[in-house]
Structure formats: structure tokens, C-alpha cells
């Protein structure tokens, strides 16, 4: 299993990134994936999750800014991220879930990507 991260960087608060995870090494569409986060000196936050079914969930904080999407054939998943503001800045994890078609125990860790974002 690997996961490769890209699309963070440094933007201004009001404005977007989109994140994507390329996935390999299984079927992607067999399992759930989350999208996390965690700042320096704070605890890691899981912020939007997809069900192998395309079903969604997102943290409160990032409710109607963030939306996670998939692409199947291409093996890849998204976070759009709009509006953002400076407490978005973190490091972005894409994690899978062990088992095929149950979105717990996220087990497997792409290596992130920075997300920083100025007031």
C-alpha cells in the first residue's frame, strides 16, 4: 500500500487548495478513506471521510468549506479546501482504512502535505 500526497502550500486566508492522495498497491475502491490533519502542538484531527460507497462526513470545523471526493479508476483522492483560514494551517494526511468496506482503524499513512495559511 502507498500513499503519495500533493497540492499543499501557502495561500491567504479566503482562498483554496485542493489536496489529492495517489493510492497503490490495492483496490482503491474497495476501502474508505480519510483525509486528517495535525498542527504543531495540537492532537490530530480526522476532517473529512469517504465510504467506499462515495457516502461523506466532514468535522464540524470544516462543514460546507472542505469537500473530499474520489476517483476511482484513477485511484486517486481529493480534498477540496475553500475558504480557508489560519487555523486550517497543518500538515494533511490521507489515511486508508484496514479493512475492505469498514471505515475504522485508518492504518495506512501517506507521508503528508503542508497547508499554510496566512491571515
Known amino acids: 500500500v502507498q500513499l503519495v500526497e500533493s497540492g499543499g502550500g501557502s495561500v491567504q486566508a479566503g482562498g483554496s487548495l485542493r489536496l489529492s492522495c495517489a493510492a497503490s498497491?490495492?483496490?482503491?475502491?474497495?476501502?474508505?478513506m480519510r483525509w486528517f490533519r495535525q498542527a504543531p502542538g495540537k492532537e490530530r484531527e480526522g476532517v473529512a471521510t469517504?465510504?467506499?460507497?462515495?457516502?461523506?462526513s466532514y468535522a464540524d470545523s470544516v462543514k460546507g468549506r472542505f469537500t473530499i471526493s474520489r476517483d476511482n479508476p484513477k485511484n486517486t483522492l481529493y480534498l477540496q479546501m475553500n475558504s480557508l483560514k489560519p487555523e486550517d494551517t497543518a500538515m494533511y494526511y490521507c489515511?486508508?482504512?484496514?479493512?475492505?468496506?469498514?471505515?475504522?482503524?485508518?492504518?495506512?499513512w501517506g507521508q503528508g502535505t503542508q497547508v499554510s495559511i496566512s491571515a
Open positions: 489515511a486508508r482504512a484496514r479493512y475492505v468496506r469498514r471505515c475504522s482503524d485508518y492504518s495506512y
Open positions: 498497491g490495492y483496490i482503491f475502491g474497495l476501502y474508505c
Open positions: 469517504i465510504g467506499f460507497d462515495g457516502s461523506t
